[in-house]
């Protein structure tokens, strides 16, 4: 196998991520077109519970679209792989249950260059689902920005319009979410969780040693 050919067939791992209205599935579907340009043997998924706009094709708020593979599980998706598939690309990855991890793992090794598009943080700005740990293994991570509703600054915090529902995943749209800047995002966690928090700071405070030079 030539130097060139070996290259080419090494795995990777992207994540396009950010808050809602971010454009994260026009990025992803912005690196497929490139792919299919390229003439690359690409496969595209998404979680079956996100059927927002269609059941099998990825589409963006902008109304671009590529045709896409509803899978139940991250299982579900090594199922479906073809052996001359080169890229896997994966929308609103952050539905997914944690086998995502393995999965985007074996595949990398496999030598795919898989891209992953999802939420990094829900409307509470906690984490979201397999989120943290894909970002960490990730070769290349790039954070997409939306725009505040409020003030127009950069956004990368999701605000949920109605408190009824706490529930992490709420599938919605305009009618429930809007982006926002720290500032505007007027989520606040409860005040036992911030007095718990100003009280391991003294703690911490209270047992720090001077460090020698
Ligand atoms: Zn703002």
Known sequence: MSPYLASFMTGSVEVVCGPMFSGKTEE????????????????????????????????????????????????????????????????????????????????????????????????KGEPFGPMPHLMAIADDVTKVKAVCTSCGAPASKTHRKSTDNSDQVLVGEADLYEARCTAHWDYQPDDEDLLAFSTNIEAQEGSMTEVQI
């Open 28 to 123: 992803l579907i912005r690196r497929v077109r490139r792919a299919q340009i390229a003439k690359q043997k690409i496969q595209i998924f998404k979680p079956a519970l996100d059927d927002r706009y269609h059941e099998t094709k990825v589409v963006s708020h902008s109304s671009q679209s590529v045709a896409a593979t509803p899978v139940n599980s991250a299982v579900d998706i090594l199922k479906r792989i073809y052996d001359s598939t080169r890229i896997v690309a994966i929308d609103e990855v952050q539905f997914f249950d944690e086998n995502i991890i393995k999965v985007v793992n074996k595949l990398s090794r496999r030598g795919v260059r898989v891209i992953l598009a999802g939420l990094d943080q829900d409307y």
